[in-house]
């Protein structure tokens, strides 16, 4: 049985791998330059990764200074929320259960942080049946839909309650 890898806090010596990661699945998530990373992560509520960036996830809370158009969708529905900007596995990383540990991690900070709720998205146009199939296990719900970047792209929202 494989040993299970630490999660750890992003560093600023984990920006280049996380560049790459996350520029390598530019379309289900959006391209970054290394400024706008740098940026990201200093405005994230919670950034960690696991092992040599096997995997990473950003969120935000309500008061980050981000424009996405749906970290901006939640923030007009809900005065206090933690939204999962995006979440990545390496492609040899993958089946080693490292994105739910990442979302159970997760949801044990907001919770003690003292926030009721975990929202994300997941493209409806390019679908993503897995993405849809994993968010429903964890107890995500379907809370609305757009069309967002001038008709390219549809996408699902979904809300997961944090309870003790």
């Known amino acids: 049985m494989r040993e299970l890898l630490p999660i750890e ?3 600023p010596t984990d920006e280049a791998a996380i560049l790459v990661l ?8 959006s391209w970054l330059e290394p400024e ?3 940026f990201l992560i200093r405005e994230a509520f919670y950034t ?5 960036i096997e995997a990473f996830i950003m969120c935000f809370d309500q008061d980050a200074r981000y424009d ?9 529905r809900y005065p206090r929320f933690v939204y999962v900007d995006r979440v990545v596995v390496s492609a040899a990383a993958r089946g080693r259960g490292h994105a739910r540990r990442l979302y159970e991690d997760l949801f044990a900070q907001v919770l003690q942080a003292g926030y ?13 049946p897995a993405s849809d199939a994993f968010h429903a296990a964890l107890g995500f719900a379907e809370v609305g839909d757009a069309v967002i970047h001038g008709g ?6 979904y809300a997961r309650p944090i309870v003790d």
């Not at 158009?69 to 923030?75: D, E, H, T, V, Y």
């Not at 009721?116 to 993503?128: F, K, L, R, S, Y």
């Not at 390219?152 to 929202?157: D, G, M």
């Open 9 to 11: 806090r992003v560093s």
């Open 22 to 29: 996350n520029n390598e699945h530019a379309a289900e998530l």
């Open 36 to 38: 706008r990373l740098s």
């Open 48 to 52: 960690r990764r696991i092992g040599q």
């Open 68 to 76: 996405s158009p749906n970290f901006l969708w939640f923030r007009q």
């Open 116 to 128: 009721t709720i975990v929202t994300c998205e997941v493209n409806a146009d390019p679908p993503n």
């Open 152 to 157: 390219e792209k549809a996408v699902r929202y």
